[in-house]
């Protein structure tokens, strides 16, 4: 059975019922501004304002109990607009408190802030009232904050993005490095971060100092620590670049200490990669279901681990087809009477995930098999086949319900979940 969209709409709206008292709240960095209405958009009470700290906090918990007190309500509702991380403790706070946190769409506050004054203006306080209204129609959505585990995960793939983006720009610098002193480097040594390469940049930077020391010397010291792999003929080579190098010779002594700094960075960087990962893998190994995503031809520990980071316990959705409208790649169209619109897909949601899927579905799509052939069927079929980039954007749909499935329901990968026994026969007497 597929999510409904439209039923879920109705849970939200039916949410929202008389006892309800419904607070919307406009998120700075320090100051916030709070306002509540009732179901029918009436607003109760005066605003608040509250700092980001505990009283501030207190004094909101408070604010909203007298409220709920003075007008009969039962229950409260309190929602945001997630724009940065400011929210994150404010939500924490009030979760504490059993007291339910919902979140709208930036989009939609900014669209509809109009219908509040008939005017373009915006403000923190008139932003609250619109993100009040917008929770007691039924557009918003419940976050689901990671816990435990999956709060790990989250923050060591954020980490781990950041790290290996600076390591990226350091490896840009170092080859930067080579390009003014010794263009000549990479013909000697294709790849720079093996370890003779490593060792020769470290003791030998500039083409000077290795034409000094000569080939039986640069040889004598890759064999302290590498044994095999490298020799005469290879020192010989680097010697004979050196002595032609058009490389800088102007600066060697701040050279030096540029390059020397670079390799601290990126011998730092590595190491935090390599600590970060065995911290992740400890963590899958705790959770249940991912063994068997893993299982999937083609998928490794970081996409298992940047999905779970992403979308949290797969337990709490119900379809694959809710993490596929999380990740934004759910589809979209513009048609009005006759005319039909392109279809595409909407990028209402996380970027992240959608990037990590779709680097895993381009490789997959070459070593599994199952996905292979789906690939082949979309782009070639005879009716409405899809472009590639089209073709790999359903894989990502498709690889979605697939880890979904496996994950819950914690069971073994199969081609012909993936392909289906219809469509695996119909595939079979296309090809023969």
């Not at 900014?110 to 915006?122: P, Y």
């Amino acid at each position: 059975m597929k999510y409904k969209l439209k039923q879920k709409q109705n849970q939200r709206i039916t949410r929202i019922t008389e006892s309800t008292l419904v607070v919307g709240a406009d998120i700075a960095k320090k100051v916030h501004v709070a306002r509540a209405v009732d179901f029918r958009g009436i607003e109760l009470g005066k605003d608040c304002t509250f700092h980001n700290d505990q009283n501030g906090l207190a004094k909101l918990v408070t604010w909203m109990k007298e409220l709920e007190q003075a007008h009969g309500k039962t229950d409260i509702v309190f929602g945001i607009e997630p724009t940065g991380h400011y929210w994150f403790p404010l939500a924490a706070y009030l979760q504490e408190q059993n007291i339910q946190i919902v979140v709208v769409n930036p989009h939609h506050v900014n669209k509809t802030k109009e219908l509040e004054d008939n005017s373009q203006t915006k403000s923190d306080y008139k932003d609250a009232k619109v993100i009040a209204d917008l929770i007691r129609n039924g557009k918003y959505s419940e976050p689901k904050l990671p816990t435990k585990e999956y709060a790990e995960l989250r923050i060591l793939m954020n980490l781990r993005e950041k790290v290996s983006a600076s390591l990226t720009q350091v490896k840009g610098r170092i080859s930067n490095w080579f390009d003014r002193f010794f263009p000549e480097y990479a013909n000697v040594f294709k790849q720079w971060e093996g370890k003779a390469s490593l060792m020769t940049m470290r003791a030998f930077p500039m083409p000077s100092d290795i034409v000094s020391k000569g080939a039986r010397d640069v040889l004598a010291h890759w064999k302290t620590e590498v044994k095999r792999g490298v020799g005469i003929k290879r020192a010989e080579k680097l010697v004979a670049a050196a002595t032609v190098s058009i490389g800088l010779t102007e600066g060697c002594m701040a050279a030096r200490m540029e390059l020397s700094t670079l390799l601290g960075q990126y011998d730092l960087f590595s190491k935090q990669l390599e600590e970060i990962m065995t911290k992740v893998l400890e963590i899958l190994e705790n959770i249940p279901g991912a063994a068997y995503m893993l299982s999937v031809p083609g998928i490794g520990a970081i996409t298992v681990a940047g999905l779970l980071a992403e979308v949290g316990d797969l337990n709490n959705y119900d379809h694959g087809q809710q993490i596929i409208r999380l990740a934004g790649l759910n589809l979209k169209e513009n048609s009005s009477g006759k005319r039909k619109g392109k279809t595409g897909i909407s990028k209402r949601g996380r970027s992240r995930l959608r990037a990590l899927l779709f680097r895993a579905v381009m490789p997959m799509v070459a070593k599994n098999e199952a996905f292979k052939a789906l690939h082949k069927h979309y782009t070639t079929r005879s009716q409405n086949p899809l472009k590639k980039k089209q073709s790999l954007i359903a894989l990502c749909g498709k690889l979605i319900r697939v880890l979904h499935t496996l994950g819950t329901k914690q069971r073994e990968y199969n081609a012909i979940d993936v392909i289906g026994p219809a469509r695996q026969i119909q595939m079979q007497q296309v090809a023969a």
